[in-house]
C-alpha cells in the first residue's frame, strides 16, 4: 500500500501544481513550498530543535499556549511551527515566538527526509490528526520523540477499519498520544495502543488565556457607544445571507453589527458591504470618522476578532453553514451567548455539549437567525444563562497545557 500511496501522492502534487496557475490558493499552497528549505537554513547541526506541525488556524490555536511555555521554558532550544495549508500559514507567518514559520513540505519520501534531517528534532509534536505516512516513518527512523496532542479518533477513520492495518503501521511512530475525550482512547486501546491521556483540547487553555490579555480596542468602543452589538465573526456567504437578511429586514434601531468575514478579499468584502442596508464602515475606515454613527463595521483586516468577541451582547460564530465551524471557544470564553450554523457542527465536541447544556443555539436559514436573535435581543436573562453556562464550560476545562507539559518536561 505505501508503494501505491507514492504513486498517487507524486500524481497529485503534479495535478496540484496544474491548478495552481488558475486557483490563487492552490497557488499558494504550491508556491509558499518553494521556501520551506530555505526558510529552515538558520537551523543549525548542533540546534536542540521543537517542531510543532499544525494543518492549519485552527489547530495552531492548539498548539499555542504549548508553543508559548516551551519558549519561556526551553530558551536555549529553537522552535520550527509548519502549516499544511496557506489559511493557517499566511495568517501566522509572522508569529515571533517561533524561529520559523514554514509550510510542511509535501508528502513525498525525498521531501520529508530531507525535512528531517534539515530540522533534526529533539521533540516532534504534532497537532489533532495529521497523519503523513512518509513523515510517521521518516520520524519513526530518528531519535526524536513525537507525541500527538489534542487528538481526537473516530470509529469511521481508516485505522479503526478491515482496510486500515497499513495506517495503522504508523501509529507506533507517537510515543504518546493526548487525545480530547475518552472515545479516542478507547478507540487506540483497541487497535494495541496503551500510551494515551485523555488530556483535553488545549483550546481551551488558548482561550482562557485571552481573557488575562488586553483586549481593549478603541475604534470598536467608539462604534458600539454603549448599544448591543451583535459580533458575526469567521463567516461565510452562507452566513452572511442570514446576517444580511436580518439586518436589512428584521434588527432593531438600537442594534448593532459587526461583522468579521473568513474571507478579507477586497471584492467580496464590497459586494458584503453593498448588499447591507444600513450605513456601514470597514474597519480600514475607521479614522476622521465619526463611528457611532455607524450601524454596521466590518472587519476587513486580520488578527483582531478574539479581542472583537469581548465587545459583544451576543456572538454569532460561522462556518457551520459552509465547510465547518469555527472557533465558538472564543466568545463563550467571555460568557457571551453564542448561535452558529447546524449543519457543519457534530465533529466539535464543544459545540454538541454547549448545544445541550443550553450555553448555543444552532440555526439553518434565515427565518431561523432572525428568530433566535430578536430573542436575544429581547430577554436578558437568556442571554445572561447561556453566557454564564459557556464561560463555566470553558474554565471547567482548562488544564491540557500542563498534561504535556509535564510529559515533555520528564522525557525532553
Known amino acids: 500500500m ?13 495535478f496540484l501544481r496544474l491548478i ?38 485552527g489547530e495552531f490555536e492548539q498548539a499555542r499556549p504549548i508553543i508559548e511555555k516551551l519558549k519561556q521554558k526551553y530558551v536555549n532550544h ?5 502549516f499544511f495549508s496557506p489559511s493557517g500559514y ?37 497537532v489533532k490528526y495529521e497523519f503523513w505516512p512518509n513523515l510517521l516513518q521518516e520520524l519513526k527512523q530518528t531519535n526524536s520523540k513525537t507525541i500527538l496532542i489534542s487528538g481526537i479518533f473516530r470509529k469511521e477513520q481508516s485505522f479503526f477499519t478491515w482496510y486500515g492495518k497499513w495506517m495503522r503501521n504508523f501509529l507506533p511512530t507517537f510515543d504518546h498520544f493526548f487525545v480530547q475525550n475518552n472515545q479516542s482512547k478507547d478507540l487506540l486501546n483497541t487497535i494495541g495502543f496503551s500510551n494515551v491521556t485523555v488530556s483535553g483540547d488545549t483550546r481551551f487553555d488558548r482561550v482562557y488565556e ?4 488586553k483586549n481593549d480596542l478603541e475604534a470598536i468602543e467608539l462604534f458600539k457607544n454603549n448599544t448591543y452589538t451583535i459580533v458575526a465573526g ?33 471584492i467580496k468584502i464590497e459586494t458584503l458591504r453593498n448588499a447591507i442596508l444600513e450605513k456601514t464602515i470597514l474597519y480600514s475606515e475607521r479614522n476622521n470618522v465619526d ?9 476587513d483586516n486580520i488578527g483582531l476578532l478574539t479581542k472583537i468577541y469581548s465587545y459583544a451582547n451576543a456572538a454569532y ?56 436573535f430578536k430573542k436575544l435581543k429581547k430577554d436578558i436573562q437568556l442571554r445572561v444563562s447561556m453566557g454564564e453556562i459557556n464561560k463555566k464550560y470553558v474554565e471547567e476545562h482548562i488544564g491540557a497545557t500542563q498534561f504535556i507539559l509535564h510529559y515533555i518536561s520528564k522525557t525532553v
Do not use: M
Not at 490558493?25 to 538558520?42: A, C, E, M, P, Y
Not at 485571552?210 to 490579555?213: F, M, R, S
Not at 463611528?291 to 472587519?299: A, E, G, P, S
Open 2 to 14: 505505501i508503494f501505491l500511496y507514492n504513486i498517487i501522492i507524486h500524481i497529485v502534487y503534479f
Open 20 to 57: 495552481a496557475l488558475l486557483n490563487p490558493k492552490i497557488k499558494l499552497f504550491v508556491s509558499g513550498r518553494k521556501d520551506t528549505f530555505q526558510q529552515l537554513q538558520i537551523i543549525e547541526k548542533e540546534d536542540r530543535v521543537f517542531w510543532i506541525h499544525a494543518a492549519s488556524l
Open 90 to 126: 499566511e495568517i501566522r507567518k509572522n508569529y515571533d515566538v517561533a524561529d520559523v514559520v514554514c509550510y510542511l513540505p509535501f508528502d513525498t519520501r525525498s521531501n520529508v527526509k530531507r525535512f528531517i534531517q534539515q530540522i533534526h528534532p529533539e521533540y516532534s509534536i504534532i
Open 291 to 299: 463611528l457611532k454613527d455607524y450601524k454596521v463595521l466590518i472587519i
Open 210 to 213: 485571552i481573557l488575562h490579555q
Open 78 to 82: 529553537k522552535i520550527v511551527v509548519t
Open 234 to 266: 469567521s463567516t461565510w456567504k452562507e452566513d452572511e445571507e442570514c446576517i444580511i437578511s436580518y439586518i436589512n429586514k428584521d434588527a432593531s434601531d438600537k442594534e448593532k453589527f459587526i461583522i468579521a468575514p473568513h474571507n478579507i478579499d477586497a
Open 317 to 372: 460564530v460561522g462556518g457551520g453553514l459552509a465547510t465547518g465551524l469555527h472557533n465558538i471557544l472564543e466568545p463563550a470564553t467571555y460568557g457571551v451567548p453564542v448561535v452558529f450554523g447546524g449543519k457543519k457542527h457534530t465533529k466539535f465536541k464543544e459545540a454538541v455539549d454547549l448545544i445541550k447544556l443550553g450555553g448555543c443555539r444552532t440555526i439553518i436559514n434565515t427565518e431561523d437567525f432572525s428568530t433566535n
